[in-house]
Nanobody, 126 residues
């Protein structure tokens, strides 16, 4: 059974940085996709960044390219999202997620992912 616990959210001024962490338990290995998704009030959950374990192939939403970086520390079963140059529009609940068995690029559609962390709030004020 895979369990994800996310942390690291908070309130930060625009231009600041945060690092989100996702502690994973259970068996997660190459063949899994993991990712960070976010959902702002009244909006659909969207993919922020994904990574295919093993290959390390990453994806970033256009809105965060050059500002966010996803990384995986397999030895400690951790997934991270480093967020720099934060903007008010980055304000949302952030979730880590995982799915096994997807072929090709990691899926961006949140409905494909079947393991979810509990979410951590990120608020960016101007």
């Amino acid at each position: 059974q895979v369990q994800l616990v996310s942390s690291g959210g908070g309130s930060v001024q625009a231009g600041g940085s945060l690092r989100l962490s996702c502690a994973t338990s259970g068996v997660i290995y190459a063949g899994y996709c993991m990712g960070w998704f976010r959902q702002a009030p009244g909006k659909e959950r969207e993919a922020v960044s994904t990574i295919r374990l093993g290959r390390g192939t990453t994806y970033y939403a256009d809105s965060v390219k050059g500002r966010f970086a996803i990384s995986r520390d397999a030895s400690n079963n951790m997934l991270y999202l480093q967020m720099n140059s934060l903007k008010p529009e980055d304000t949302a609940m952030y979730y880590c997620a995982a799915v096994f068995g997807a072929s090709g690029p990691c899926p961006n559609r949140y409905t494909v992912y079947n393991y979810w962390g509990q979410g951590t709030q990120v608020t960016v004020f101007s």
